[in-house]
């Protein structure tokens, strides 16, 4: 095989691994198992919960302990994250109307609609969120930081923001 052949062959390698490694079809099983946020297609109604965390209190999480941020950039229930911001910051998505967990107000929740359709959770009229880089339940590694145009904080039970 000449090296131009051989380029070509290790090139289609590469890019193959690197389609495979940004795949979005793994199940919420897998995504759990490494730490990372649920799937973008909710199958039942999404639970809002809280959870104390050394030095911002108690704050939103999913019933898994999943950290949960607003956006400041926001509008009140309209959501300003799309795009690479989405999938930066996933919105927290349910079936249906979601449920208030221990700490929770029920009459904070809320459900808008997505440019795509998709129902996202808000509380006291914030767009909730993950961070991608919080992976695992408890983390807190998008408090306070700027991107895509405003900053981002974790919520307490009134949802209010919290700054640290």
Excluded at 45 to 57: I, M, Y
Excluded at 126 to 151: I, M
């Amino acid at each position: 095989m000449n090296r131009t052949a051989m380029a070509t062959v290790c090139a289609a390698a590469l890019f193959a691994a690197a389609l495979t490694g940004c795949s979005d079809s793994t199940s919420d099983t897998a995504e759990e198992a490494h730490g990372s946020t649920p799937s973008a297609s909710p199958s039942k109604p999404a639970t809002v919960d809280t959870k104390s965390v050394d030095k911002l209190g108690a704050i939103l999480t999913d019933e898994k302990g999943r950290t949960l941020y607003l956006f400041l950039a926001d509008k009140k229930n309209k959501s300003n994250c799309t795009g690479d911001c989405a999938k930066a910051w996933p919105p927290l998505l349910s079936k249906g109307d979601a449920k208030a967990g221990k700490g929770v107000n029920q009459k904070l929740l809320d459900i808008t609609k997505r440019s795509g359709g998709d129902q996202q959770v808000t509380y006291n009229g914030h767009s909730l969120y993950y961070y991608a880089g919080d992976k695992k339940p408890g983390q807190t590694n998008g408090q306070a930081l700027d991107q895509f145009g405003a900053e981002w904080y974790v919520l307490d039970a009134k949802g209010k923001q919290v700054e640290s």
